[in-house]
C-alpha cells in the first residue's frame, strides 16, 4: 500500500526510505504470517521485501532464524499470486547460503519450472540452479537441457546463463549439454544466442583449437545478436593477443570485418578491439580510426565520447594515425557535453602541432571551469605530454598550468598540476625560476600539507641553485610563520639546505633557525637545533652528510637495527653500517608526512627482501663471524632451462670479506630422491672456495636450498670479476612415483650447470645522493683517480649511458642518465656503497666524436673502491 505525503511530510523527511529502521527480530516474527490460511499475498510479499531488505544491507541472520523463516516461507507455493510467487524465487536465493535444507523446494520449483506458465518457468530455473548442489545436479539434468532449447527466450536464457554459473562446480556435467547450447546458439533471439555463445566459450576455453573453430564455424554463417558479435570480438583478440597478434590470421580479417556491420555496437567493438591490439602500426590502425572519425559527428553523445575516448588512447602511442580526425576533433571542441570537448582537446593536444597550442589553451581556458576535476586531470596529462613533446612552448604551458593552479578544484587535481610543474623544472633547466616562483605563489594559500611539504622539499633542493636564492626565503619561512607543524617542519629543512649552500646567507638563515627553536611542535624545536648546530660548525662534509643528502640508510632496517640494538646491550657503540642501504634518499621516503603531528602506536614494519636473507644465512652456522649482510643480488640467476630435469636458480650475497652463493634447487623427476646436494664452483680469479652448506634431500618437485661460501680476493683485491665453473654432485637414491618408497642403496651422479659470473655491480649497492656536488665534496679527493678509455664498439651517448649504468650498478644522479638531443658531451654522475659502507662516487665525462671516449674520474673514502672501479672500467 502506497502512502500519500503531502508538502508537510515532505518537508520534516516523510519521504524517506519506509524500509531504514527495521529490527530483525520484529520481521521475523511478522514471518509467521506465512502460516496462517487464507495466505494474504500482498502482506507477505511485503514482509518477503524486508527481510531481503535485511539481508542485503548485511544483517546476519542466524543458521536457526534463517531455516525457521525459510520452512514458513515455503507455506507461500500454496498461493498463486504472481508477485508473491516471484518474491519466493527472490527470497530462495538470497537464503540458499544461509538457511539449511533449503533442498527442500526442489520438487516445487521443477514443479513450476516444467509448468504452463511461462513467467513462473525462467526464475524457477534460476532459483533451482541456486540451490543445486553437484550430487543433486544429475536428477534435474533432464530438465535443463530441455528449458536450454526451449521456444520462450526467457526460459532458454535463465537455464544458459544458470549453466554458466553452474560451470564452477559441475564441469563434466554441464560439458554434456554442449549439443542443446549449439542449438541455442542458432536462435533468433539476439539474448539467447549471446548467452548460447558465451556458455560455449566457457565450456571450451581452455582448448584453443576448439575455440578457434568455434569462432570460424559462427563467423563463417553469421550472427543475429549484436551482444554475441561484441563478445566473438572479444574472443578472437584475446586469441590474437595469445598468438602474438599476427596480422594474416583469419581472426583479425573477422574483427576487421565487424567494422562493417550494421549495429554501431559490433562496429566500435571491433575498432577498441584493434586500437587495443598490442604492436599495431599506423596502418593497421587506419580502418579503426576511420570508423572513430564518423562516430565523432554521430547525433548520439554516447557514440562521440566513445569515439573520442578511443581516439585519445590512440594518440598516446600512434598521434600521427589521428592527425586525419583533426578537423573533426576541433567541431567536438564547442560540443555540448563538456567531458567530450575536454577529451577532443587533449586529443588535440597530443596530436597537435607547436604552432596550434596557443590557439588550442585559449579554447581550453573558455570552458575549464565548467568541467569536472576528473576531466581537468585528463588535461593536464595532455599537457605533461606536450611539455616533453614541444619543450620550448614551456613558457605558455606552465602559463596556463598555474592559472589552473590559483582555481578551485580537489587534491588529485592539485597533485596533478604540481607533478606536471615539477617534472617540466626536472626536464627543462630554463623552466626552473618560472616554475619555482609559481609554485611558491601556490603554497601561500595551499590547504594541502602533502603538497606544501613537497613543494617545500623542492624549495630546498633546486632554490639555492638558483641566480638570485635570497628571493625563496621569504615565502618558507611564511610558513614557519603561518602554518601549521607539519608543513613547519618541512620550511624548517628547506632553510638549513639555504644555509648549507649559500654562504652569504647563512647568517640571515642562522638567525631564522633561532627563531625556530622556540617553536611549540618538538619535531620543529629538534630539527631547527639540529641543523642549527651543523651550520655553525661550517664544515661542507657536515653540511653535505647531515643536511643536503642525509643518510642512506632503510628507515625500517634502521628501526629494527636500533631496536635490536637495545634489547641486546653493548659496550661497542651503534654501527650505522650494520644497517641495509636505501636506493631513494630518507627524505623521500615518507613523503605523505614529514612531521608526526599525534603519537601512534609503533606498527609492524614489513621485513625486506634483503633482511629475511640475513635472517635465513644468520641462521646457518658456518656463516657465523661473516658480518652484516651488505648486499643480495635483485633477480636470480637460472643456472639451467626451466624445462631440464633439475632445475637451480642462485642468489648472489655480498659480505664485506666473503661471498655467499645461494642455490635453490627443484628436482622435477618424480622416479628419485637426491641426497647431500651441493654445488661445487671454481672460479677463474684469486676467490677461494671454503666450504659448502649441503641440502640434505630433495624429494620430487619439493625444493631445497644449499649454498658455497667463497673468499673475496686477497693477493689482488681489484680482481672482482669473475667467471665460476658450477657442477651440482649429489647421491641418487631411486624411488617408486606411486608410493613413495625410497631405495637404501643409492649412487654418486653430477650435473653441469651454466657458468656464474660475478661482476662489479656484485660489490656495489646502489644509493642517490640528491646533491651530488656536496657528496662530491664530502667525499674528497685524498683517493681521487681519474683514467681515460675508448668505447670502441658504442656509437651513441645514449646507448654509453646506459651500459656503464648497468656495468657498475650505481645510481645516476641529479637526472645524469637523460641525455639532451643533438649534444656530443654529456656528463654522467653516479653513486654507490661498496662493501664494507665505503661511499663511492663517479663523474664520467663522455665525448662523442667517431667513438665515444669517456673520461672516469672516481672518489671513495677508501683507496680500494677507486682501483676496482677503474681496474674493471679497463
Known sequence: MLKKFDKKDEESGGGSNPLQHLEKSAVLQEA????????????????????????????????????????????????????????????IKEMSCIAEDVIIVTSSLTKDMTGKEDNYRGPAVRALCQITDSTMLQAVERYMKQAIVDKVPSVSSSALVSSLHLLKCSFDVVKRWVN??????????????YHALGLLYHVRKNDRLAVSKMISKFTRHGLKSPFAYCMMIRVASKQLEEEDGSRDSPLFDFIESCLRNKHEMVVYEAASAIVNLPGCSAKELAPAVSVLQLFCSSPKAALRYAAVRTLNKVAMKHPSAVTACNLDLENLVTDSNRSIATLAITTLLKTGSESSIDRLMKQISSFMSEISDEFKVVVVQAISALCQKYPRKHAVLMNFLFTMLREEGGFEYKRAIVDCIISIIEENSESKETGLSHLCEFIEDCE?????????????????????????????????????????????SALAKFGAQNEEMLPSILVLLKRCVMDDDNEVRDRATFYLNVLEQKQKALNAGYILNGLTVSIPGLERALQQYTLEPSEKPFDLKSVPLATTPVAEQRPESTATTTVKQPEKVAATRQEIFQEQLAAVPEFQGLGPLFKSSPEPVALTESETEYVIRCTK???????VFQFDCTNTLNDQTLENVTVQMEPTEAYE???????????????????????LPKEDPTAVACTFSCVMKFTVKDCDPNTGEIDEEGYEDEYVLED???????????????NFEAAWDEVGDEFEKEETFTLSTIKTLEEAVGNIVKFLGMHPCERSDKVPENKNTHTLLLAGVFRGGHDILVRSRLLLLDTVTMQVTARSSEELPVDIILASVG
Open 448 to 492: 594541502f600539507t602533502v603538497l606544501a611539504t613537497r613543494i617545500l622539499h623542492l624549495l630546498g633542493q633546486e632554490g639555492p641553485k638558483t641566480n638570485n636564492p635570497s628571493k625563496y626565503i621569504r615565502f618558507i619561512y611564511n610558513r614557519v610563520v603561518l602554518e601549521h607543524e607539519e608543513v613547519r617542519a618541512g620550511a624548517v
Open 32 to 91: 509467521r504470517v506465512f502460516n496462517e490460511t487464507p495466505i494474504n499475498p500482498r502482506k507477505c510479499a511485503h514482509i518477503l521485501t524486508k527481510i531481503l531488505y535485511l539481508i542485503n544491507q548485511g544483517e546476519h541472520l542466524g543458521t536457526t532464524e534463517a531455516t525457521e523463516a525459510f520452512f514458513a516461507m515455503t507455506k507461500l507455493f500454496q498461493s498463486n499470486d504472481p508477485t508473491l510467487r516471484r518474491m519466493c524465487y527472490l527470497t
Open 180 to 193: 542443446e547450447a549449439q542449438e541455442a546458439a542458432s536462435s533468433d533471439n539476439i539474448m539467447v544466442q
Open 653 to 659: 650475497h655480498t659480505f664485506s670479506d666473503h661471498l
Open 689 to 711: 672456495v671454503l666450504s659448502y652448506v649441503p641440502a640434505r634431500s630433495l624429494p620430487y618437485n619439493q625444493p631445497g636450498t644449499c649454498y658455497t661460501l667463497v673468499a
Open 756 to 770: 656464474l659470473e660475478v661482476t662489479v655491480a656484485d660489490h656495489i649497492q646502489k644509493v642517490m645522493k640528491v
